[in-house]
């Protein structure tokens, strides 16, 4: 008899099983264990990529570049893909939508791998098999891209409702989609008052995402003649990466609106009476954009290839090898994108998509049995610090990898001197991007 | 493959009887590799018509002509020194030989301005991929003498084949192969992996708005008009 713990092993639920009530999960895993193959087994090769974003999609096309012989399965939960890059300087209105949303067919079309749209529901590592919604895909490698997952329980332990009324309410915008539309409402409809940008403690998504965004708010209450203030409660104690460039605009274009609050670690949220307490003091707010810590993306819990610390706490981000990226635990899994830790690699589109090149180099010429030396990966951040007109900064970081000592370092370069030009640059960075995963 | 072969495979024969033995020789090798393609041949001309000179390519100055199609744009430099064959090599192993500048001091260079990472060109509008002379360091880099992408700042060497100096591209810029006959200068081929494919995939609109259609885009020239880019761009973006 299948017991209810051996259940929960096999489908690979375990770690979800621990944070949240267990019933409902138990059932869960009845119902993936009575699952059934949703595809024929591979014939040869298969490759199943679970998460769509910028890595997971460069990854996909990659792979079928490197070997067209080789099964390629993208499954993303979303219908439509959704740019974070850029979703700053569309709050403030200076690209539409359709700069951001791109389709997921094109490239799975000219490319010749298989979008499925649906959600990964759980992974047997043992058994090589994901799990969607409808069934379960037999893979020879498992490439995980979900990116990120909120964690608001760092600060409201086991109180849901609280992280609830935070989340729904004041919404971190750092995971696409209605988050990204209800901020923006927000901001439009802004009469007066303060407004709190809060920036994640720890590793975050996007480092110089909240700055660009309080630049791109102020912007927009600029232009309104609102009577309010951005305020901007950073844990750090200053503001990085390109600090010179982002006080520069916050102390020159946007005098009087921003205020930058360094050192303010969340102590305590009222979602409902709207107050933060931070160690640099307490906050009430009119409207907030407000973000919790972040980990890496729930799949990698679900497969059970979380780092641990000294200590043996789990760190919140993958644990993969920092070259192949490689799944420490398993050589069939790989790693890519914002989930990866222990390497100084900052959690960014650019990287995402450097790194997926190389992901799928080290696939392909693994199934090829051959050996391939990985390159390091770079990126490019440009950050929109002015709206009228419009200008950028930005930091291009490329790494060197010391064998001797088994360490990367990185080598940034920044312009802090915010200029037009940089702002077309800007986009261009993102068109030829978008082209490389989508066209 | 004889040379009669080597004629039928590129289909232009005209091209490449003209071309000097020891080019000929070098193209016939790389063809098996792809690396080299025999287009028409191409007079390079002034924006009056007449045929460009060596005194009319000033050192270091960026200069943009069209080359093979109407709408793939290339760069044309004078590096003020002589510039020698070299051995390009690829990040697969794959290796392909160039031949250095051209003219009396071997300091003219040609390459395809499409960045070889994600297709970034000059544009009437902008150009995010230029040239930065001795004298002018990029910004961010602070190398002189190169070709930069503002995109994501890949670096090329137009002392050495267009290869990759630093940043994301996996290729050099593809060269464009010229010749000198009786002062008169001509692009016969390019040379290396051109990324013409991907550049026609990709501005389908672009394009379509520029030229009218893709065809007219596409359509192969025997006339190159050769300007500074700062006369066709109307923002030079340096970074
Ligand atoms: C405001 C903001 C601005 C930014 N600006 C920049 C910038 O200018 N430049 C830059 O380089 N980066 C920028 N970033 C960072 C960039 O968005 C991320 O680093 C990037 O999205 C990470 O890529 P990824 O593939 O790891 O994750 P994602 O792009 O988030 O992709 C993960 C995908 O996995 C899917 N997924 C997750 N779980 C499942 C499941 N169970 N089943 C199926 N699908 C699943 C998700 O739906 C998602 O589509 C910005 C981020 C923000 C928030
Ligand atoms: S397109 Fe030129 S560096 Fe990326």
Redesign the interface.
């Known amino acids: 008899m299948i017991t209810r713990r051996d259940l929960l092993k096999s489908a690979g639920v375990g770690a979800i099983a621990l944070s949240v009530s267990s019933q409902p999960v138990f059932a869960a895993a009845e119902r993936v264990v009575k699952m059934e193959a949703l595809m024929p087994p591979p014939k040869g090769n298969r490759v199943v990529i679970c998460g769509g974003g910028w890595a997971g999609l460069t990854v996909a096309k990659y792979l079928k570049k490197e070997n067209p012989n080789i099964e390629v399965i993208l499954i993303e939960q979303k219908p439509v893909f959704f740019s974070c890059p850029i979703s700053n300087p569309w709050l403030a209105d200076l690209v539409g939508l359709d700069f951001l949303q791109h389709d997921y067919l094109q490239p799975a079309s000219k490319y010749g791998y298989t979008f499925m749209n649906d959600r990964v529901i759980a992974i047997e590592r043992d058994k090589r098999r994901v799990y969607t919604t409808r069934g379960y895909i037999q893979y020879d490698y498992l490439v995980l891209a979900p990116g990120i997952r909120y964690n608001y329980s760092a600060w409201f332990g086991d109180n849901r409702e609280l992280a609830r009324l935070t989340k729904v309410n004041f919404p971190p915008a750092y995971i696409p989609g209605s988050e990204h539309l209800a901020l923006k409402r927000k901001i439009h409809e802004f009469e007066e008052g303060d407004f709190i940008i809060v920036v994640p403690p720890g590793a975050y998504r996007c480092p110089p995402a909240p700055y660009e965004r309080a630049c791109m708010v102020a912007e927009v209450f600029k232009r309104n003649k609102v009577k309010g203030r951005v305020i901007v409660l950073d844990p750090k104690e200053d503001i990085a990466p390109k600090g010179p460039g982002f006080r520069a605009a916050f102390e020159q274009v946007y005098l009087g609106i921003i205020e930058y609050v360094p050192k303010a670690s969340i102590k305590e949220i009222d979602p409902v009476k709207k107050v933060i307490k931070t160690t640099a003091g307490d906050f009430k707010f009119t409207d907030a954009n407000i973000s919790p810590p972040h980990q890496a993306g729930e799949l990698v819990w679900m497969a059970d290839l979380i780092a641990k610390d000294k200590e043996g706490k789990p760190t919140g981000w993958a644990d993969q090898d920092p070259l192949t990226f490689q799944a420490k635990a398993d050589p069939h899994v790989f790693l890519v994108g914002d989930v990866i830790g222990g390497v100084p690699y900052p959690k960014s589109g650019?990287m995402g998509n450097?790194q997926g090149k190389i992901v799928a180099k080290v696939i392909a010429s693994r199934i090829a049995g051959k050996e391939y030396k990985p390159?390091l990966p770079?990126n490019?951040c440009y950050s929109m610090v002015n709206g009228s007109p419009q200008e950028a900064i930005?930091i291009?970081v490329?790494y060197e990898y010391n064998e001797k000592e088994k360490k990367i370092t990185p080598k940034p370069?920044?312009?802090n001197e915010r200029s037009e030009?940089?702002a077309?640059?800007t986009y261009?960075?993102a068109?030829?991007?978008y082209?490389?995963m989508f066209? | 493959m004889d040379r009669r072969d080597f004629i039928k495979t590129c289909g232009t024969v005209a091209v490449v009887s003209m071309l000097n033995r020891d080019f000929f020789s070098q193209a016939l090798a790389q063809q098996k590799d792809g690396m080299f393609q025999a287009y028409k041949k191409a007079l390079l001309v002034k924006q009056d018509g007449s045929p460009l000179k060596e005194e009319d390519i000033k050192p270091h100055v960026n200069y943009i002509f069209f080359y093979p199609h109407t709408a793939t744009p290339c760069y044309l430099l004078n590096l003020g020194e002589s510039i020698p064959p070299a051995e390009i090599k690829l990040?697969d192993g794959k290796s392909y030989k160039w031949g250095g500048g051209v003219g009396s001091k071997k300091s003219i260079v040609a390459y395809s301005a499409i960045?070889a990472?994600?297709?970034?060109y000059p544009t009437p509008q902008?150009s995010?991929i230029n040239y930065y002379p001795p004298d002018t360091p990029s910004?961010?880099?602070?190398k002189a003498g190169i070709i930069q992408c503002?995109?994501?700042?890949a670096l090329y060497d137009p002392k050495a084949g267009g290869s990759v100096i630093?940043?994301?591209a996996e290729f050099p810029l593809a060269s464009i192969v010229l010749q000198e006959e009786g002062g008169n200068f001509y692009a016969v081929g390019v040379l290396g992996k051109d990324q013409f494919q991907q550049f026609f995939?990709?501005y389908r609109t672009e394009l379509r708005q520029q030229y009218g259609s893709t065809a007219k885009a596409r359509e192969l020239v025997d006339k190159c008009i050769v300007m500074e880019v700062d006369k066709y761009v109307q923002?030079v973006?340096?970074?």
């Not at chain 2, 990472?117 to 970034?120: A, D, K, P, V």
């Not at chain 2, 910004?139 to 602070?142: M, N, R, V």
Request: net charge positive; aromatic share 8%; proline share 2%.
């Open positions: 650019h450097s390159t770079d490019t930005v291009n490329t370069k920044t312009i030009a940089l077309k640059a261009e960075w068109r030829a991007i082209r490389d066209s | 990040k960045c990472h994600q297709w970034s902008y995010f910004e961010t880099t602070k503002c995109a994501h700042l630093d940043g994301p995939d990709n923002a973006v340096r970074c």
